[in-house]
């Protein structure tokens, strides 16, 4: 008798599900995506900017999204990982697709598979834009999962990408250069395209990459600026300028990204027009959270999803711009396969007192592991392990005083534990 399991009919039912279909989480390539997207007929018909990166590309994402919501499009945003819930992932006009759409999006791509084995990002990424092609959308941004050249959102042609930093990170399946990293993220690039990058010190590669495929580059510093103001920053580009205002993301490393944006958007004013007026009104209200993104107060906790050398030095450059009376306490988890060492060595001047757990996640490294690293790169450093985030969360909230603040940093499962402790806590308070 054949062992037939039940169609999933629940989102949560189908997210084991697709987490199971694949023996890899990861496995690059574009063959078996592209064939179930011929399948599934998938041939957008709005514009598609792409955004790649190291880090940034959630940033950008959300700046793109809300110029044109801004502007009265209708917006179809694919980005990931999530923090609290996979429906994050996928949104129209800035609304987490519900859970029944998400189950009939999963189910359409099911029957169109077949035998052939898709991962867990592959079935999502097939699933998201089988999803905006099911609504009258005017654009569409999709941020890129790993790499570039080899990721699944790569199937899709950009009408405009990308690419905002360039820095060592997932070095097993991109290289463990700049270059070579930067090659892999040009692969979004297409002819005839435009292109745009937001890393102040571009690869060659990347330059090379374009130039060899016949796409109009942009380069930040070279075709755009960034400049400073007493008022607020300006953008300038082939002789001019606009003044645009502060930013509601904290760090002035976001100015890049704002500046990527606004290129594009120029670019694409006379298919999608937008106004200055749109522009500033995204600009000032677009937050993200778990980038320098505060979650309580007394004490005050931020939390910040750094979890990679570069991102760690914004998130140390946040922290000196925003000083605080007391102590500031750490409460610390990180993936095993990541730089810690250049994660601690970025942060480490500016911490009082480390609370290190252990990060759930199958690669999750060990908090005594971290507490090795930490006490080899910062001997004087003063440190508690935890089984888990919410127990080190808890401590530095009951060391903490009203003049201390708490950085939760490390990765996205670190920044999500800690917004789901501090959510029950808070519920929990008669």
């Known amino acids: 008798m054949t062992n037939i399991k039940p169609k999933p009919t629940t989102a949560q039912q189908w997210l084991a599900y697709i987490e199971a ?20 007929q998938l041939e957008p018909a709005f514009p598609i900017i792409t955004v790649a990166g190291t880090n940034g590309k959630g940033s950008t994402c959300a700046l793109l999204s809300q110029v044109y919501l801004q502007a009265g499009y209708r917006v ?10 996979y429906n994050e992932r996928v949104r129209v006009n800035d609304i987490d697709i519900s859970d029944d759409d998400l189950c009939v999006a999963f189910d359409a791509i099911e029957q169109a598979r077949g035998d052939i084995a898709l991962t867990y990002f592959e079935i999502g990424t097939l699933a998201a834009m089988w999803h905006f092609c099911q609504n009258s959308l005017d654009i569409v941004i999709l941020e890129v999962g790993l790499g570039g050249r080899l990721d699944a959102v790569n199937i899709f042609s950009p009408t405009c990408s990308i690419v905002t930093t360039i820095d060592l990170d997932h070095m097993d399946y991109l290289g463990d250069t700049r270059e070579k990293i930067g090659f892999e993220k040009a ?8 292109a745009i990058c937001g890393d102040e010190n571009p690869p060659q590669s990347l330059i090379d990459h374009a130039a060899k495929i016949g796409t109009p580059l942009k380069l930040i510093n070279r075709d755009f600026t960034v400049t400073k103001t007493t008022q607020a920053w300006q953008y300038s580009a082939e002789g001019h300028e ?12 976001q100015l890049s990204n704002a500046a990527c944006v606004v290129c594009a958007t120029q670019y694409l004013n006379t298919i999608l027009p937008v106004s200055l007026a749109n522009i500033h009104e995204a600009f000032q209200t677009v937050t993200l959270i778990g980038r320098f993104y505060q979650i309580h107060t007394q004490p005050i906790i931020v939390v910040d999803v750094a979890h ?4 760690a030095v914004s998130l140390a450059h946040n922290l000196k711009a925003m000083p605080c009376a007391g102590k500031t306490f ?6 095993a396969d990541k730089d810690i060492d250049g994660v601690i060595h970025a942060v480490a001047p500016n911490i009082n007192q480390w609370f290190v757990a252990d990060n759930h996640s199958p690669r999750g490294a060990k908090a005594f592991d971290l507490n090795q690293r930490l006490i080899k790169n910062d001997p004087k450093s003063v440190t508690e392990l ?8 808890n401590a530095a909230c009951k060391t903490a005083t009203k003049n201390d603040r708490i950085i939760v940093f490390g990765s996205f499962y670190t920044v999500a534990d800690a917004m789901s402790t501090v959510l029950q806590n808070t519920t929990s308070t008669p």
Not at 21 to 40: E, Y
Not at 187 to 194: D, K, P, Q, V, Y
Not at 330 to 335: D, E, I, P, T
Not at 386 to 393: E, K, M, N, R
Request: aromatic residues 8%; contains cysteine; hydrophobic residues 50%.
């Open 187 to 194: 692969g979004i690039f297409r002819e005839n395209a435009l």
């Open 21 to 40: 279909q694949h023996p890899k989480a990861i496995a690059m390539g574009l063959d078996r995506v592209n064939a179930v997207a011929q399948k599934l």
């Open 76 to 85: 179809g945003c694919y980005t990931s990982p999530h923090l609290m819930r």
């Open 242 to 253: 606009l003044l645009l205002p502060n930013l509601g993301m904290q760090g002035d490393f």
């Open 308 to 311: 990679n050398p570069h991102a």
């Open 386 to 393: 935890f089984a888990d985030v919410t127990s080190a969360l």
């Open 330 to 335: 750490a409460v610390f988890a990180m993936l």
